[in-house]
């Protein structure tokens, strides 16, 4: 078993998780509340990482974020050096290509939040902070929990960006499924059905998360 | 000229349906009842005082502190506006019980909170709900626990927009009784809208018809109520 290649991944995956949630809740508020006339076109933005193949959006972001785009030489003169091939870089790639798996079902949440309790709670001298503290995040507890849970499943079992952007570097970049494909190429099958099998275990898991919470929002 | 301490006059044009709503009010402390059909502007006038909704013009002045001025530029945001709203629908906070709804809106010690909160619930009778939550309570009770939240923080102004809507006159009546009592003492204006002539019956004082966004006149119930004489006592006696 790759213990530091299991260690890599949960570290990309919590990050990432945390990084998601923050990043997601007020995107997927405005998606659910706002009246903006891009919302349409922001949703379609954030939608297009579910559909794209990964390979796709991972050499893009090896494009974006190396030396050879603009924007990749601002930020490698800035930090010292790239973003591709390292931790950093794997993070980023994962928060654009789970940003849907954290979006939709918190915009579902916050869109089942009705407004007049907003409303009866700005009456009641809440202002906008303490309504979402108040209101919104308590009324949407589930849905933040599945969001994180989906999201977190989804990092672990990501192949195609971090391939294409982290390059498979031991310890740093080289997570369960880039292992579980090195030891196909080396005909590793019984080692290949392990880590496999704890992939399947974490994915389970993870779903069984998401399925009781899902029960628990019904009877709620 | 304006005497009374609190008055508002709104004017609001929707571009989506062309409605225009040009109304202008007198709150005297007690009843005001704001009686029309449905789609008459009842609703968008209290939102429009709460700061719910922000008219293109009008002046909104409660207790002689002014809430909105189109022409002086001022719209304080309903949070800083010191109303009591109850709603046609309770909108109560599920996931809170009872007395954490009715303290929701406090900014007092604990033990004022916690005090002032008991009080509320006593005087509609609520108290033996107090940990429970909204799911398990019936219509009546949550009217009971809106209202008792809307007064705890004692307002400067209460709108109430057809909150006894759905209720049975019986239960609409012990309801009221209740909230009577603390209108009487805290001489608070009170501006109810409905479209229920047998509801506002019940409210009674000083009532303001309107139609199509307009006032068409303005009396004390009895006066304004008697065209629908007839109707009203064919609803009491079925």
């Known amino acids: ?220 | 000229m304006i005497e009374s301490r609190s008055y508002a006059a709104v004017s609001h044009r929707f571009a989506s349906s062309n409605f225009e709503l040009h109304l202008a009010l007198d709150l005297i402390p007690g009843w005001n009842v704001l009686f029309g059909p449905s789609g008459s502007g009842k609703t968008t006038f209290l939102r429009a005082a709460t700061g719910l909704l922000r008219p293109d013009s009008g002046l909104v002045r409660v207790d002689d502190e002014v809430w909105f001025d189109s022409e002086r530029g001022i719209f304080l945001p309903p949070e800083r506006r010191n109303s009591g709203y109850v709603a046609q629908r309770p909108a109560l906070f599920p996931h809170l019980t009872v007395e954490e709804n009715v303290a929701f809106g406090l900014r007092l010690t604990p033990a004022d909170t916690s005090h002032r909160t008991a009080e509320m619930m006593d005087l509609f009778h609520c108290s033996h709900l107090a940990s429970r939550r909204p799911d398990e309570l019936s219509g009546g009770e949550q009217q009971r626990v809106a209202l008792a939240r809307a007064i705890a923080r004692r307002p400067k102004i209460l709108l109430l927009d057809e909150p006894f809507r759905g209720l049975d006159f019986e239960l609409r009546d012990a309801i009221l009784s209740d909230l009577e009592s603390w209108v009487a003492a805290s001489r608070t204006p009170v501006l109810a809208v409905s479209h229920d002539v047998v509801e506002i019956c019940q409210l009674g004082a000083q009532v303001t018809r309107i139609a199509a966004g307009r006032v068409v006149d303005s009396g004390p119930a009895a006066t304004i109520l008697a065209p629908y004489r007839e109707r009203i006592l064919r609803r009491l006696e079925s």
Do not use: C, K
Request: zero cysteines; glycine letters at 8%; proline letters at 5%.
């Open chain 1, 1 to 220: 078993m790759d213990f530091e290649a299991l260690g890599v991944t949960l570290r990309l995956a919590i990050v990432t998780t945390l990084i998601l949630l923050v990043v997601a809740m007020p995107l997927a508020w405005w998606l659910a509340h706002g009246r903006s006339r891009w919302r349409a076109a922001v949703e379609l933005l954030t939608t297009l990482p579910l559909v794209l193949p990964p390979t796709v959006l991972g050499f893009y972001l090896l494009w974006l974020l190396g030396p050879l785009s603009a924007p990749g030489l601002v930020l490698t003169r800035w930090i010292g050096h790239p973003l591709t091939f390292t931790f950093n870089g794997l993070v980023i790639g994962s928060v654009i290509y789970s940003l849907p798996f954290a979006v939709q079902p918190l915009r579902a949440g916050f869109s089942s939040v009705p407004l007049d309790w907003l409303d009866t709670a700005a009456t009641l001298g809440a202002n906008a902070r303490q309504r979402f503290w108040r209101i919104v995040l308590p009324s949407s507890r589930l849905a933040i929990a599945g969001a994180g849970a989906l999201v977190f499943v989804h990092t672990v079992g990501e192949f195609g960006v971090v391939l294409m952007l982290g390059g498979n570097i031991p310890g740093a970049t080289r997570t369960l499924s880039l292992v579980v494909y090195d030891q196909v190429q080396d005909f590793r099958y019984a080692a290949a059905n392990l880590t496999s099998l704890l992939l399947v275990a974490i994915s389970l898991l993870g779903l069984l998360a998401i399925y009781v919470l899902r029960m628990r929002g019904r009877r709620d």
